[in-house]
């Protein structure tokens, strides 16, 4: 495991997620691990990903909370060729809930 995340913990992959031309759905759990600052910088190269914070939830979301991920899944795929159902509701959405 260590070896596969080391490329991870080495190089920012900022140049990559900038050329990311598809609908981008990111999911946070609350408690994750990825800072508010980086959400935000993700945010201003990428204004049009659709983003949604899990409250009660940490990094694993698809485990903790699989039945939620499930709809949220289901419901942004159902709106790729139309309106995608969560946008972004705030300046910070990794402080913001589903509710």
């Known amino acids: 495991m260590v070896a596969s995340l080391t490329e991870n913990a080495q190089r920012s992959f900022w140049d990559e997620w900038a050329r990311i031309t598809c609908p981008t759905l990111a999911i946070w759990g609350q408690r994750g691990i990825i800072p ?3 959400v935000d910088d993700m945010f201003q190269q990428r204004p049009d990903m659709v983003a949604m914070s899990i409250p009660e939830a940490g990094h694993d979301v698809h485990l903790e909370h699989p039945d939620l991920l499930r709809q949220v899944l289901q419901s942004f795929l159902e709106g790729v060729n139309g309106t ?4 972004r509701s ?3 959405p990794s402080r913001h809930s589903t509710e």
Do not use: V
């Not at 995608?84 to 946008?87: D, K, Q, V």
């Open 36 to 38: 508010a600052q980086e």
């Open 90 to 92: 705030g300046p910070n």
């Open 84 to 87: 995608p159902a969560f946008r």
